[in-house]
């Protein structure tokens, strides 16, 4: 009994790094969207700005996307806010 024991801790323990490392892979080929980004722009009805982040989370399993985007007041128009966050999961 404790062989068979033994043999099913090293089978799960020989098989570990093969799950930690797909995680690790599986966002690779977006490696170049991770972090915080800003952009600015302007035209008709006026200017505006804004900053969106991407980031992996709960152990690299899911991508999340934030954004958040302010345009002032111009032409009678209140000045407005705005924030979303998507999820993605692989």
Not at 20 to 26: A, F, L, V, W
Not at 57 to 79: C, F, M, Q, W
Request: aromatic content about 10%.
């Amino acid at each position: 009994m404790k062989s068979k024991v033994l043999i099913l801790v090293l089978v799960l323990l020989l098989t570990l790094p093969s799950f930690t490392q797909q995680n690790s892979n599986k966002w690779s080929k977006l490696d170049y969207l991770i972090g915080n980004w800003k952009g600015e722009g302007s035209g008709k009805p006026g200017q505006g700005d804004g900053t969106f982040s991407f980031k992996l989370d709960l152990d690299k399993n899911i991508l999340v996307r934030t954004s958040h985007s302010e345009y002032p007041a111009s032409e009678g128009r209140p000045a407005a806010n705005y924030s979303k966050g998507y999820c993605c999961k692989s």
